[in-house]
């Protein structure tokens, strides 16, 4: 379905964006990823689709980086046709704890990044009347958690920036949804799991029940497969009208 167009996904070397990666290039599409760490791990594993794949190691905290990548990008496959804005770090803490630095990172790589690479690679979208700007929100987004407030402040600020960027290309084939996934077990929750084992005493097991069971009443953890999926789903001709949405997929979470 997606041959012939290139899906740029930021943090994208592991969990979430991986997963919505290799969904894309499964549908065709080339790839671009972005993310610390080893590379070409998962070069191989999106090049074993038999699509094309390059890697751009931008910080997606400093702008002239995102601006590189997106050239390089755009030099090597034309244009971006999907964006995926999913880079996202995270750290807890009662906010007149919270270091300043983290504050300004999280900011920084949560929210503003996306604010960057979209308004990068909207032009050509509009140009080829085509595009999609997919941002990786979450439910934090929706609602808060104590112990998040950066965290929280930058997902609220993703689906926000998300809706106005949908009203800004409504008339055209250019979309921009949101989607807010609840627990994924990425490496930032199991760290999130394993910290809380060993603060409380308790078997990993254990805390990863009562993770699941304070928030997500499904008690299932999202998969990157299911995330995947609704990207794919975004992507296709039957969401030409699904614009400014925030989707969940949460397990009930923002039912509550």
Known sequence: MLKGKTALVT????????GIATALAQQGANIVLNGFGDAEGPKAQIA????????????????????????????????VDILVNNAGIQHVAKVEDFPPEKWDAIIAI?????????????PAMRAAN????INIASAHGLVASAGK????????????????VALETATT?????AICPGWVLTPLVQKQIDDRSAREGIPVSQAQNELLGEKQPSLQ???????????????SPAADQVRGV???????WTAQ
């Open 130 to 133: 085509w595009g999609r700007v």
């Open 246 to 252: 925030a989707w969940q997929v949460d397990g009930g």
């Open 149 to 164: 407030s950066a965290y929280v402040a930058a997902k609220h600020g993703i689906v926000g920036l998300t809706k106005s």
């Open 110 to 122: 949560n929210l503003t990044s996306a604010f960057h690479t979209t308004r990068l690679a909207i």
């Open 221 to 235: 953890f999202t998969t990157v497969e299911q995330l995947g999926g609704l990207a794919v789903f975004l992507s």
């Open 48 to 79: 074993a689709l038999g699509v094309q794949v390059d890697y751009h190691g931008a910080d997606m905290s400093k702008p002239d980086q995102i601006e590189d990548m997106m050239k390089y990008a755009a030099a090597k496959f034309g244009r």
């Open 173 to 177: 084939g250019v979309t921009c949804n």
């Open 11 to 18: 943090g994208s070397t592991s969990g979430i964006g991986l």
